[in-house]
């Protein structure tokens, strides 16, 4: 009998801190050890109101031509806000688009969005998929003229930046507010990391060896160091990636290093997503790599492993989910 009754007592605190959790509206902390953020929330605040709309507007396909598409819709939460088996994105009519949607996390640190660094700024990177004529294709005033007229927005705007009015700024801020804010900082390495939790000996020779080949493009503690580079995916690239930003010869084939946190759980890879498996992808560095003109120097050759240490670098590579994160209610879509 006291056993039961401490068995409900534990469910019940377990579901007094999902709602509590779900209640807090999430704030920007930098974790420890981490660098300090890019975006300044300095001006824009985060509010309940103000997460609220842009959680609402994040999975709200009004944003779309056909009103078919939300950001959502290609950024699913389970999946590391990443689109779980889709080699590119799918636009409205069910159009393909020719990149793979990324993974939406710790965005605040990003000094700049898309595969090829095209946006510079956390609150204009909506406008890409918002006017992409594969994505979302529309634009921004009929976007506001739809809010406009909506039954529930011109309220939640208002409460969100305490006067009436919407227009692309506020509808920005807002989005800000809720993407800025989807912060993974507690996997099993990042609980290992402040002596929390051990990793498996296994996954501890797979950090070192990650170390030693692969931390001098995923950098920690964020796993990237957000640079460009051509990894060596085709003799002659097919996507010309930050050169269509840059109109460089060098930055031919050149694409954003993406963070590898949650990598477990956002297949496909590379930015067409032309692999399925992490197996896949340590193919390619083992002995796929192509030769090009802008392929980095640090690829030249392919990264030795051998079949001890490529199963170490995997096993590491899944202590990097965060369990916590992708199923963190306060950044799920809200059905009403």
């Known amino acids: 009998m006291v056993l039961g009754l401490a068995c409900w007592n534990s469910d019940a605190a377990a579901r007094l801190y999902a709602l509590l959790l779900a209640s807090a509206t999430p704030q920007l902390q930098v974790p420890a050890g981490w660098p300090a953020p890019h975006y300044d929330f300095a001006d824009n605040r985060i509010s309940r109101a103000g997460f609220e709309l842009g959680r609402h507007l994040f999975y709200d396909p009004i944003l779309s031509r056909d009103d078919s598409i939300a950001c959502g819709s290609c950024h699913q939460q389970f999946a ?26 710790n965005l ?38 739809k809010l406009q007229a909506d039954a529930r927005y011109p309220a939640e705007f208002r409460a969100a930046f305490g006067s009436d009015g919407i227009d692309s700024q506020r509808l920005f801020r807002a989005l800000a507010q809720f993407i800025g804010t989807l912060v993974s ?17 296994v996954e501890l020779q797979g950090l070192q060896v990650f170390r030693e080949h692969c931390a001098s493009c995923h950098r920690e503690p964020l796993f990237t160091d957000y640079s460009f580079r051509n990894n060596g995916l085709d003799r002659t690239p097919q996507d010309r990636g930050r050169a269509d930003v840059t109109n460089a010869a060098a930055d031919e084939g050149a694409f954003r290093v993406p963070s590898l946190r949650n990598v477990e ?21 083992i002995d796929g790599v192509q030769p090009s003109a802008t392929l980095d120097p640090r690829l030249a050759g392919g990264i030795q492993l051998n079949a001890a240490e490529r199963d170490a670098v995997l096993q590491f590579l899944r202590t990097l989910t965060d369990a916590a994160f992708v199923n963190d209610p306060r950044f799920a879509e809200i059905h009403e």
Not at 128 to 134: E, G, L, Q, R, T
Not at 265 to 276: I, Q, V
């Open 265 to 285: 759980l956002t297949a496909p890879y590379m930015h067409d997503g032309r692999y399925a498996t992490l197996d896949q992808v340590l193919d390619h560095y």
């Open 108 to 145: 605040a640190w990003q000094p700049n969005f898309m595969w090829d660094g095209a946006v510079h700024q956390l609150e204009l990177q909506p406008i890409a998929p918002i006017s992409n004529p594969v994505e979302m294709d529309e634009q921004l005033d009929h976007v506001i003229g």
């Open 185 to 201: 900082a507690d996997s099993r390495y990042d609980r290992y990391r402040a002596g929390r939790e051990h990793l498996s000996t």
């Open 80 to 105: 590391a806000f990443a689109h779980l088996d889709h080699r590119v994105s799918h636009g409205i009519g069910g159009i393909n688009g020719k990149r793979n949607a990324p993974a939406l996390f």
